[in-house]
């Protein structure tokens, strides 16, 4: 990377060219043309966001993205100046990013943000150490990389081709993920237990294919915040040996759920409620005699706090087969 501490610039304007000539101290003279270097960064600021919103399971706006690559493509003109210290460059790249995750996502929770910027920065991170790579290996003539700002000396026609060619590529993975998880999508759910009833987001996540192993009912996971408004005080005090059972509770609704997660195996808080109603835009469907397991952490993403399964799609509303449940719980 061209560090611009450590070598002087000089910089010309070419009023009838519309270029600056480049020219660190010790290197072959670049010839940067401003319209070119805005339009490069503005797609790269755009594939950027894009994969941030991969990375979280966003659907952004498109105009909310295509100013935030505007406001990036605008701010690589810092590409042209010089000696900038290094804690003020990662100062203004800091808030800079900060500026276009704002822009681009309009995060309204503190948490998404944190999620949103953080992934953002991981892309960047990415991209940053990729043009740092081939900026030392490779030395490409035209190729300019300075205060976080890339340019390349390449022909407009061959740039709109490349450009068209990575949405189209970005456009069919999106489409390859879609496809391979059709019903990943957030759902408004209603749940129910004992009379008490909790309105929240749901995510439905075809990875969580947990079922209780003797009734093979279906495990819904949620936040604490959601199941302690569901579930007796101090139920889960009892299980985990803290207190004793609650007079009031019904100890047959009460699940240990065996769960693997990235670190291993874990065993997860359960119990079993009246019933949870997922509404749709078309239809509302109903579950009776519901698993409820508590999430041992919070969801990184802020939007929901219930994660669905597959299972639940599988029983027919009014629940025939699931009222093994209940009558096993009644057994224990």
């Not at 999508?185 to 947990?210: M, R, S």
Request: with cysteine; net charge positive.
């Amino acid at each position: 990377m061209h560090n611009a501490t450590n070598y002087g610039e000089v910089l010309s304007y070419n009023y009838k060219k519309n270029s600056i000539d480049f020219l660190p101290c010790g290197v072959i003279k670049t010839k940067i043309y401003v319209d070119v270097l805005v339009v490069i960064n503005i797609f790269i600021n755009y594939f950027l966001l894009s994969a941030a919103s991969l990375i979280v399971r966003l659907k952004p706006k498109r105009v909310r993205l295509a100013a935030g690559a505007f406001t990036g493509g605008a701010y690589s003109l810092v590409i042209f100046l010089p000696n900038i210290p290094n804690i003020l460059s990662v100062f203004m790249n800091f808030c800079m990013s900060v500026l276009l995750v704002l822009i681009a996502f309009a995060p309204k929770k503190i948490t998404v943000f944190i999620k949103e910027f953080a992934a953002f920065f991981a892309v960047n991170f990415i991209f940053a150490g990729l043009m740092l790579a081939v900026w030392l290996v490779f030395k490409p003539s035209g190729m300019v990389y300075n205060n976080a700002a890339v340019y390349f000396d390449i022909d407009v026609k061959l740039l709109v081709l490349s450009t068209v060619v990575c949405y189209a590529v970005l456009t069919l993975f999106s489409k390859l993920l879609k496809r391979n998880s059709p019903d990943d999508k957030l759902f408004d759910v209603k749940l129910c237990n004992k009379g008490a009833a909790v309105f929240t987001k749901a995510l439905f996540d075809t990875g969580n294919l947990l079922s209780d192993g003797f009734s093979d009912t279906p495990v819904i996971i949620a936040e604490r915040s959601v199941v302690k408004k569901l579930v007796p005080e101090g139920i889960f005090s009892f299980i985990d040996g803290e207190a004793a059972l609650p007079i009031n509770a019904d100890d047959g609704s009460i699940r240990l759920i065996p769960a693997g997660t990235v670190g291993g195996e874990s065993i997860l808080r359960a119990v079993l409620i009246d019933s949870v109603t997922v509404i749709g835009k078309k239809e509302a469907r109903e579950v009776k005699n519901v698993i409820l397991a508590e999430s041992k952490t919070p969801f990184s993403s802020g939007d929901y706090s219930v994660l669905l399964g597959p299972k639940i799609f599988e029983i027919r509303e009014g629940n025939q087969k699931n009222e093994r449940a209940k009558k096993t719980a009644g057994k224990d």
